[in-house]
């Protein structure tokens, strides 16, 4: 599977509970946090989910 680098480019207050779950879910948390996870199917729908708060780049 392909590498990504996800990133949190927005704040989390104010938006609806699911998608500050899944941002926990993601390993993020704090704006300009990355990680870098295998791009699963399972990731592509969490950064559906929040697609507005988060930058994907791939290695």
């Known amino acids: 599977m392909a590498q990504v680098i996800i990133t949190q480019i927005k704040s989390i207050i104010d938006r609806p509970k699911n998608q500050k779950l899944t941002i ?18 399972q990731i592509a729908g969490m950064v559906n989910k929040v697609h507005n708060l988060v930058q994907v780049k791939d290695i």
């Open 24 to 41: 926990k879910a993601l390993g993020l948390g704090k704006i300009n946090k990355s990680v870098t996870v295998e791009y699963t199917p």
